[in-house]
């Protein structure tokens, strides 16, 4: 779609001049995203991995036979494939990681962007719960999230910390800090200005479309580069109602993410006002919002992602886990070899774009196992040698 946009477009002359950026902004090209748990990240990691084929970059994938760059452990720059000969040459790096900065700086180049998005932690929770529910000692026990949030303290043992950790302030954890530490107001003081130090930008899951549009006029990015299609989202029937006091206790068991959560939203929303203003993004919004069903309509048989048993093509099935039914999309049959490489990207789940992005950038390292590698074969077919 890159190559038919100007074509595409179908803007008023006042909406071009929204999209057209200062003539001094660079499509800022060294960008790391820390991709935290159940908050939209899949989504963003496949706009930074289409990022990165569109620009021809190099991407900081998980050496060898790794998924992830080492988590749950705390980062370390050996997670990352080729880094003895690659060094501090990277361009891209959002695969999920512990965050470590000493570490990623190893191996990002000095003038890096930094970012990362964060979500509302009582939806995040419960997202969290079904995905994990049949991994995480403190959730097996439990009926349903609900009972589970009742009394957090009677399945959430500290000896199993370890395993526990997408029970309690996951996002804290992501960025590297202690999801079991104490509620102490001038530590939370401290990690939310070590935060803003590290990261230029942290986005926000629930204003999904703003959040990329923020991101897009902050990297000097195209409209196009961020134009996706939700992934990893869950059927419908395995989400759970929380009631009012789940609710409420997410909000204390889960303090740090709640504290952090907060702070960031509400300098997510003091940056929107200071640089792009309300109306502007509103009208960004609504192009993005066209430009999606746009292509939507170009690839997808139906106008919506399908259950995990309806996707025909097994290559383009998400990665499934626990009660959670993780929906995946159908492309329509008879695209012609180009719309079709620009659809099968909108697409392609997590693992099996890390794995072909692998086999592509370290021809001649061993596979990585245990993922549909029919999307690669496909991929090679239809890879015809025109530059988008
Ligand atoms: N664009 C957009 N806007 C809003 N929400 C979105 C979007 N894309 C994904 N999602 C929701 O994010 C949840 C999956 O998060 P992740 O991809 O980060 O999960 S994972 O940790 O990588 O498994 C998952 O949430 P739940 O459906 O509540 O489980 C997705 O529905």
Redesign the pocket.
């Known amino acids: 779609f890159l190559h038919m946009k100007n074509k595409n477009y179908r803007f008023s002359k006042s909406h071009e001049e929204l999209l057209i950026p200062p003539t001094s902004c660079h499509a800022k090209t060294n960008v790391m995203f820390l ?11 496949n706009i930074m991995f289409r990022f990165a084929e569109r620009y021809n970059l190099t991407v900081a994938l998980p050496a060898d036979q790794l998924y992830h760059l080492g988590y749950p452990r705390t980062f370390v720059a050996q997670f990352v494939e080729g880094f003895e000969t690659i060094g501090q040459n990277y361009n891209i790096m959002c695969n ?1 990681l512990r965050f470590n900065p000493l570490e990623v700086k190893k191996v990002m180049a000095a003038n890096t962007f930094y970012f990362s ?1 964060l ?1 509302n932690p009582i ?2 929770l ?3 719960y ?2 994990y529910k049949s991994i995480v000692p403190a959730f097996k026990n439990t009926k349903n999230v609900n009972e589970f949030l009742a009394s957090p303290t009677k399945y959430y043992h500290p000896a199993d910390y370890r395993a526990n950790i997408y029970a309690k302030n996951i996002m804290w954890f992501d960025f590297g800090y202690n999801n079991n530490a104490e509620d102490d107001t001038k530590y939370i003081q401290a990690v939310l200005e070590e935060i803003e130090q590290n990261f230029h930008l942290i986005l926000i ?2 204003y ?2 703003e959040s ?1 549009i923020l991101l897009k006029n902050t990297l000097c990015w195209d409209l196009d580069d961020v134009i ?1 299609f ?5 059927s419908q029937e ?2 759970q109602t929380l009631t009012p006091e789940s609710e409420e206790q997410i909000k204390a068991w889960c303090s740090l993410d709640w504290k952090l959560y907060l702070h960031f939203n509400q300098s997510f929303w003091r940056r929107i006002e200071e640089t792009i203003g309300l109306e502007v993004l509103e009208k960004e919004v609504d192009l993005l919002r066209t430009r999606q069903k746009e292509l939507m309509e170009t690839c997808l048989s139906e106008q919506e992602a399908v259950r995990k048993d309806h996707i025909r093509n097994k290559a383009l099935l998400p ?1 499934q ?1 626990g009660a ?1 039914n ?2 995946g999309y159908n492309l329509k049959q008879d695209l012609d070899n180009r719309t079709l490489r620009t659809c099968q990207k909108m697409v392609i789940p ?1 693992l099996q774009y890390m794995s072909y992005l692998y086999s592509v950038q370290h021809p001649h390292k061993r596979k990585k196992m245990g993922l549909p590698l029919l999307w690669t074969s496909v991929q090679e077919k239809v890879r015809a040698p025109v530059s988008n």
Do not use: P
Not at 35 to 45: D, F, G, M, N, P
């Open positions: 991709k935290t748990h159940k908050t939209a990240s899949s989504t963003v990691l999920h998005i979500r939806r995040l419960e997202s969290s079904i995905y899951a629930d999904f479309d990329m996706y939700k992934l990893n989202a869950r395995t989400v990665f886990s959670a993780i929906l997590e």
